[in-house]
C-alpha cells in the first residue's frame, strides 16, 4: 500500500484522521474501506490530508463522494490540508478546491 489512514486521536465525538501518501485509483476501495471503518463509529471527523505524494481525480472523486455520503447520513467530516502547493496546484486544476480547506500553520 502506498498510503496511510491514522486515527490519531477522538474529542468530543470527533475523530481526528490523517491520511498520507498516494490517493490513487490503484488504492481508491482500500482507502475508502478503511475511512468508512473509522467514520462508522464516529458522528463528526476531521481529515487531515498530509504529506501526499501523488493524487489523481480517482482519488479527489473518492474524498467528494465520502463527504457527501458521511453527510446524508447526519455526520459531519471536514477535508484539511496544510498549504503545499503540490496539492494546491491538483486541487485547482481538477476544480476541486471547495472539497478541503487549508488548515492555519
Known sequence: MSFEVRLDSVSENTAKIFLEGSLIVRDAAAIQ??????L???????????NIERIDVA????????KKSVEVE???????????EYLQRV???????????KEKV
Request: charge should be positive; proline fraction near 2%; aromatic fraction near 6%.
Open 33 to 38: 474501506a478503511e475511512l468508512l471503518t473509522i
Open 40 to 50: 462508522r463509529t464516529y458522528s463528526r471527523a476531521n481529515i487531515h490530508l498530509q
Open 59 to 66: 482519488g479527489l472523486q473518492l474524498l467528494s463522494a465520502l
Open 74 to 84: 447526519g455526520k459531519r467530516i471536514q477535508l484539511l490540508f496544510e498549504p503545499d
Open 91 to 101: 486541487l485547482a486544476l481538477s476544480g476541486f478546491t471547495h472539497l478541503v480547506s
